[in-house]
């Protein structure tokens, strides 16, 4: 079934250059992006997105390293795109990711791990709309 999710090229790796890597990474698998702009987020957008998170004790480093530099945000549409992407990412700590995975390749440990992808549809719905308007995601 054709979905969309939200994936983020994150500070870390659009510092290292490796925005194209990773894009190609996608559109290989099917992962078509319909909607992409490089922004930098300010602290308060970094915790809105990930408010989740606030709890916990990586909360503040997250939201400033989130908030470092500019991050390509994007929406990628294609079957199953949530969890193909997931996979594409891999472990949320690149120690821990499989080899040939986004994470595996460009991440440094479990904070700046170069990317970020929605977890559910529910997460998919809140984090594509925090980020885009519907006249900014072309189908
Ligand atoms: P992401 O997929 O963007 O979702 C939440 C982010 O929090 C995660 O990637 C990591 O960048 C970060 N994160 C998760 N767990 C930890 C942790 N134990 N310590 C520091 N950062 C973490």
Redesign the pocket.
């Known amino acids: 079934m054709s979905e969309r999710t939200l994936a ?1 090229i ?1 500070p870390d790796a659009v510092k290292k250059n490796v925005v194209g890597d990773i894009i190609n990474r996608y559109e290989q698998a099917g992962l078509k992006p319909v909607a992409i702009k490089l922004i930098q987020m300010s602290q308060s957008v970094a915790e809105g997105f ?1 408010a989740v ?1 606030k709890a ?3 909360f503040g ?2 939201c400033s ?1 989130m908030s470092s530099g500019p991050a390509v945000v994007l929406v990628l549409q294609g079957d199953n795109a949530i969890k193909k992407n997931r996979e594409l ?1 891999g472990a ?2 690149p120690a821990k990711a499989d080899a040939g995975t986004i994470r595996k390749a460009h991440g440094a440990n ?4 170069a ?3 929605s ?1 559910s549809p529910e997460t998919a719905q809140f984090e594509i709309g925090y980020f885009f308007p519907g006249m900014e995601i072309f189908s």
């Not at 479990?110 to 791990?113: A, Q, V, Y």
């Open positions: 983020i994150k990930y998170h916990r004790p990586f480093s997250l390293f990412m949320t700590d479990i904070e700046f791990n990317v970020h992808g977890d």
